[in-house]
């Protein structure tokens, strides 16, 4: 089964950037999506981007125009570049595949830790 690692998180100031990565355990080409999730304390988690294997970009209203998701194949690596964050994109943030070939989605990481200071 392929396996998906985060990194990336930490603190930062509101307005400030981080970039997240997702390696992968396999090719990325083996992967139909990868989407990156986050949850809050005390909330759901929630999509926040995702890339198709053909390297198409979706973003939820609540990120648009500030979190930019994109690929290296060459590492086996999905970033979730976050500008001019928030306080409410605290969350822990996961990644997440569906394998081509198969209706279910990988097993859950660890997640990243997020945290933006107002």
């Known amino acids: 089964q392929v396996r998906l690692a985060e990194s990336g998180g930490g603190l930062v100031q509101s307005g400030g950037s981080l970039r997240l990565s997702c390696v992968a355990s396999?090719?990325?080409?083996?992967?139909?999506?990868v989407e990156w999730y986050r949850q809050a304390p005390g909330k759901q988690r929630e999509l926040v981007a995702s890339?198709?294997?053909?390297?198409?970009?979706h973003y939820e209203a609540s990120v648009k125009g500030r979190f930019t998701i994109s690929r290296d194949t060459v590492k086996d690596t999905v970033y979730l570049q976050m500008d001019s964050l928030k306080p409410e994109d605290t969350a822990v943030y996961y990644c997440?595949?569906?394998?081509?070939?198969?209706?279910?989605?990988?097993?859950w990481g660890q997640g990243t830790q997020v945290t933006v200071a107002s």
């Open positions: 890339v198709t294997r053909s390297g198409s970009p």
């Open positions: 396999e090719s990325l080409y083996s992967l139909r999506l």
């Open positions: 997440n595949a569906l394998p081509v070939g198969t209706t279910q989605h990988t097993s």
